[in-house]
C-alpha cells in the first residue's frame, strides 16, 4: 500500500486576520508578517523531496505557496476547491459587527450547525463534502509521494476533523495559525491520517534577513 505523504499549511497573515474581519472567499492579499512567514515556510520545507505544490487560488494562499515552490524549482498548482468557506453576506464583516446586526448568524456559528449556510453561502456540510472530495483528489495524484497543499482555516479545520474522525459540530480544540505546517499520511484504503499539527517552530526562530515585528498575532 502506498502512502501519501500532505504537508498541509495555512496561508501567511493579512490585515484581515489582525482585525478578525470574515474573508471568506474574498481574495485579501499577505501583509508584510504574511509575506516573511511565507518565506519561513519555504525555508523549513526547502529540503523536503515534494512531487507537487497546490494551492487555494486566492491570493493569500497563493502568495503563501509561492517561496517554496520557488526554493524547490516546482510550479505552484491552483485548485478552485481549496478556497476558504464562503460566507456569502457575511464577508467583510467582523463577528462583532454581526452580533449587533445578524446574532441568529453568530450563534449558528458558535453552535456550528451543521446546515446553516449564510445567504450566499455554504453551509459546514457543504465545506466538508468539497474539502474531503479535494485533498482525496490531490493525494490520490501522488501515492508513493509528499506533496504541500497552502489552504486556509476552515478549510484546514474540516482536514482536522476528517483525519481524526472528529464531528462537525465538536468545540475546536486545536490551533489554526497562520503558516503553521501540519503533516498526514493518505492511503486509498484508510483515508487520512495526522501525524503532527500547528508545528509554528519556524515561526519562532530569529530571521535571517532582520527582525520581525513581533507585534503581530498569528
Keep these: 500500500m502506498q502512502l501519501t505523504r500532505l504537508f498541509a499549511i495555512r496561508h501567511g497573515e493579512t490585515a484581515w486576520n489582525r482585525e478578525s474581519r470574515i474573508q471568506g472567499q474574498l481574495d485579501i492579499p499577505l501583509n508584510e508578517t504574511g509575506r516573511w512567514q511565507a518565506q519561513r515556510v519555504a525555508l523549513a ?20 505557496a509561492e517561496p517554496l515552490a520557488q526554493a524547490l524549482g516546482l510550479a505552484v498548482q491552483t485548485h478552485a476547491g481549496l478556497r476558504e468557506r464562503c460566507f ?18 453568530v450563534l449558528a456559528w458558535k453552535n ?13 456540510l457543504q465545506l466538508r463534502e468539497r474539502v474531503e472530495a479535494t485533498f482525496t483528489e490531490l493525494a490520490a495524484r501522488h501515492p508513493g509521494q509528499a506533496i504541500a497543499v497552502v489552504a486556509h482555516g476552515g478549510v484546514l479545520d474540516i482536514l ?3 483525519a ?13 495559525a497562520n503558516a503553521a505546517i501540519h503533516r498526514l499520511l ?7 491520517a495526522l501525524l503532527s499539527w500547528g508545528d509554528t517552530r519556524h515561526l ?6 532582520g527582525p520581525r515585528d513581533e507585534s503581530a498575532a498569528a
Excluded: C, K
Design 45 to 64: 520545507l526547502r529540503h523536503e523531496a515534494l512531487a507537487a505544490i497546490y494551492s487555494s487560488d486566492l491570493s493569500r494562499a497563493r502568495a503563501t
Design 88 to 105: 456569502g453576506v457575511f464577508q467583510g464583516h467582523t463577528w462583532t459587527e454581526l452580533e449587533q446586526t445578524h446574532p441568529e448568524v
Design 112 to 124: 456550528r450547525i451543521p446546515d446553516y449556510a449564510p445567504p450566499g453561502g455554504e453551509s459546514l
Design 160 to 162: 482536522y476533523r476528517t
Design 164 to 176: 481524526t474522525r472528529i464531528d462537525l459540530q465538536a468545540p475546536r480544540a486545536w490551533a489554526m
Design 186 to 192: 493518505w492511503t486509498a484504503d484508510s483515508g487520512f
Design 204 to 209: 519562532e526562530e530569529a530571521d535571517e534577513a
